[in-house]
Every structure is written in C-alpha cells, then in structure tokens.
C-alpha cells in the first residue's frame, strides 16, 4: 500500500472535489488519499468519487500523512483544531482551506507554523479551478512548490499575500455561483423568448464558457472584447444597455464585497 500522501480532514463536496482533481491529473495516486469524516453519507461519497482512497479511523491520523488538508467548515475549526493540537506529525505540511481562518490562528492552536493557507473552488474537479494560497513563515519553499504543483494540477493558482485571501474568498471561492447564476438568468430569457429549455441552457453555458476562455486566452481587457461584439445600433448595445440600466456590474462588485467581508468576519468569530 502506498504512503499516505495527503489526510482530508472533513470528506465534502470540495475535499472530494480536491481528491478527485489530484487522481484525474496523476498528482497521486488514489491509495495515497486519506480522509476523516464523522458523516457516514459525506463518506460514502467520498470513497464512491474517489475509488481507492482510505477512510481513516480519527482526526489525528490524517495529520500523520506527509500533508494534512483541513477541509471542514470555518464554524467547525475550532473543534477541529482543539483535537489536532499538538499532535501534528513534525514532517507534515497543514493546508487549510476553511474560508476566513488565519495563518496566525491555525499556527497558535496546532503548535506548528508549517501552515499554508488555500482558497480554491469547486471546478477543481474539471481540472479549471481558480486558487490562491498564502504560506506561514514556517512553510519551506518545498512546502509552497508542492502546495502549488498540485494546485496547478487542477486549474490555475497564485502565491498571494495573506491580506489578499480574503478577496479571493469573495471573488473566486465564491465565484462560481455568481457564475451558475448568469447561466440560469440567460437561460431563463431564452426560454421565454421561445427557446427549448435544454437548447437554451447548453447555448447560455457554452457562452460563458468560451467567454471566459477567451478572456484568458487573447489576454484582452473583457472591456476590449466586449466591444469587438458590440455594433451601434445592433443587438448587443440593446442587451448591455439593459444590464447597466438594472445596475447589474455594481451588484456583482457588490456580491465580491459582501462574500469577502463575510470571510473577514469568520475569521474574526476564531480570534
């Protein structure tokens, strides 16, 4: 059997997103997950998603894994971080993904400074996930390369500041549903301007799709492509002129301010 490469602590939706994203890429191999969750349902999906991995008996033997992941909710840590505390191995690397939860805080309740901080999301699973991470003082170069090499893996991933996680929280941890949201709202229209349902949810989803890839692929301002598609007097400056009537660019900046201060505000309910 192979070496317990990485110990999920917690077992839900984005822990099986991970898990999953790692084993598709070839960062690891199934037998090499290990993963603890007191949930019976949330463990069942995990060794159904991702055939091969290990369900470990407690909490103190993923953080015997040579990378211990905390994938539990923020309200959770404390308890979480009571039970681990002082029992992490001195060779294991702590990541933790729990939205709003400081480096200060995960170092001063688990007694090692060997922490890197991560805020991915779920298209993790798909191999498109946005991610950044921050590392404690006493994570090592190998511990970010490592943290970043399987990041890579399953998207893109930034080395950020601390100060800076909080608004990748807002924007891309929460992203994906402002996301969902559009796809729905631009479905929704072309069903009632006479579309079939499924044609027009394929339609809308493929556009947000091939947009956003080629945000990322011209390198172009969204501004710039926007108005490569826009023609006076044509359909689009119609469409547009609509959304910016209804305030719609000021309530998703509005949205990304809202979800970063409720980080900020997690993280603050653990000092």
């Known amino acids: ?99 709003g939860i400081s480096l200060d805080y995960l170092q001063d309740q688990l007694g090692t400074t060997r922490v890197i901080r991560v805020m991915p999301n779920t298209p993790c699973l798909i191999g498109e996930a946005a991610s950044a991470y921050a590392a404690g003082p ?42 969902y949201l559009l796809i729905e709202a631009m479905t929704e229209g072309g069903v009632a301007m006479g579309l079939p349902a499924e044609v027009a949810a394929k339609l809308a989803a493929q556009t947000v799709l091939g947009a956003a890839r080629l945000v990322l692929e011209s390198g172009q301002h969204p501004s710039a492509l926007t108005d490569q598609v826009t023609s006076p007097g044509g359909t689009t400056i119609a469409g547009l002129g609509v959304l910016r009537e209804r305030g719609v660019r000021a309530a998703v900046m509005e949205a990304v301010r809202a979800a970063t201060e409720r980080s900020i505000e997690l993280g603050k309910k653990e000092d």
């Open 1 to 99: 059997m192979s070496q317990l490469g990485i110990g999920f602590l917690g077992g839900g939706q984005m822990a099986r997103a991970l898990a999953s994203g790692f084993v598709k890429a070839g960062r690891l191999e199934a037998d090499q997950i290990g993963f603890y969750d007191p949930s019976e349902e949330a463990a069942q999906l995990f060794l159904e998603q991702v055939a091969g991995s290990r369900l470990l008996a407690n909490e103190q033997q993923a953080c015997q894994a040579e990378l211990c992941l905390l994938a539990v909710k923020p309200q959770v840590i404390p308890q979480v971080v009571a039970k681990l505390a002082g029992q992490i191995a001195a060779d294991t690397l702590v990541v933790s993904i729990a939205a």
């Open 138 to 179: 006493g994570a090592t170069a190998a511990d970010s390369e490592r943290v970043e090499h399987l990041l890579t893996a399953v998207g893109l991933a930034f080395a950020l500041e601390e100060h800076h996680i909080d608004a990748v929280t807002g924007l891309s941890g929460s992203g994906p549903a402002y996301a």
